[in-house]
């Protein structure tokens, strides 16, 4: 039986408890609906803790979600495919993991996060292309340091790249964790920001080769995403190092100093 004071929601045609608001719970759910808010800006509604109608078995209450437009859009009925969800998640993470992730994947959302608050991560899972596997994404944040100082723009940029490269190597599905940590950098305090995928890895050759502009292996390929990755990460006075074997996935990691760069940095690339 259910206290009728208890909170709950719809999901697969079963009424579930939600888990209990303690105050780091609370607390995480403001934080990330703040950030969001500052990354898409102006036309989209981040919402905290409020109905998604994903089909008639299910109305989950994620605790933060994200969609197209203003609170008006929405006077008759609730959004039904938010451009991302967002579970906080401590004595819930079993089932953030489990019947919610399968509920959001069917219903074809693009984006799905946990903030996996037990192993201080957060956990991601990305629609691809029709029929393909869903990659689940890692993030861990502990021990890094609190701040780099250099371009936020073409760091960015630096990071797209890697990424973009891990996602195409795993075609059918995989893991990708991105993990920073505190690092020494050419005798400086700096930060270690490691890529890592489960794709199909590179060989020697490959490998040896793949800071050179222009090589690469697929057929829609530039082959100048790592070399521009190196160029941006060498003038904040970083380096990259790449660790790979065929079949075993792929490691690229950014070695940035925390201190400012003492030299120009060049624009971002178009």
Do not use: C
């Amino acid at each position: 039986m259910l206290d009728e004071d208890e909170p709950i929601e719809l999901l697969d045609g079963l009424l579930l408890v939600k888990e209990p608001q303690y105050t780091p719970h609370a607390m995480a759910i403001g934080l990330v609906a703040e950030v969001l808010r500052t990354a898409f800006g102006p036309g989209w509604w981040v919402r905290e803790q409020l109905p998604i109608a994903l089909d008639d078995r299910s109305e989950p209450e994620p605790d933060v979600s994200v969609t197209a437009g203003s609170p008006r859009d929405y006077h008759e009925t609730h959004p039904t495919r938010p451009a991302l969800v967002v579970e906080v998640a401590l004595s819930g993470l079993r089932i953030a993991r489990g019947r919610k992730r399968v509920a959001y994947a069917r219903a074809g959302l693009a984006d799905y996060w946990i903030l996996n608050l037990v192993d201080r991560a957060l956990e991601s899972a990305k629609r691809g292309a029709p029929g393909s596997d869903v990659i689940s994404t890692k993030i861990e944040l502990e021990g890094a340091i609190a701040t780099v100082h250099g371009d936020p723009e073409l760091l960015r940029h630096a990071l797209v790249n890697v990424i973009d490269n891990a996602v195409q190597a795993m075609p059918r599905g995989g893991t990708l964790t991105v993990r920073a940590r505190a690092a020494e950098v050419r005798g400086e305090a700096g930060v270690a920001l490691e890529i890592t995928d489960t794709g199909e890895g590179m060989d020697t050759l490959v490998r040896q080769k793949a800071r050179d502009p222009f090589f690469t292996t697929r057929p829609a390929g530039t082959g100048l995403g790592l070399a521009i990755v190196e160029r941006l990460v060498r003038a904040h006075g970083g380096a990259v190092e790449i660790e790979s074997s065929h079949g075993s996935g792929t490691t690229v990691t950014l070695l940035i100093p925390q201190r400012r760069p003492t030299t120009s940095i060049p624009p971002a690339p178009r």
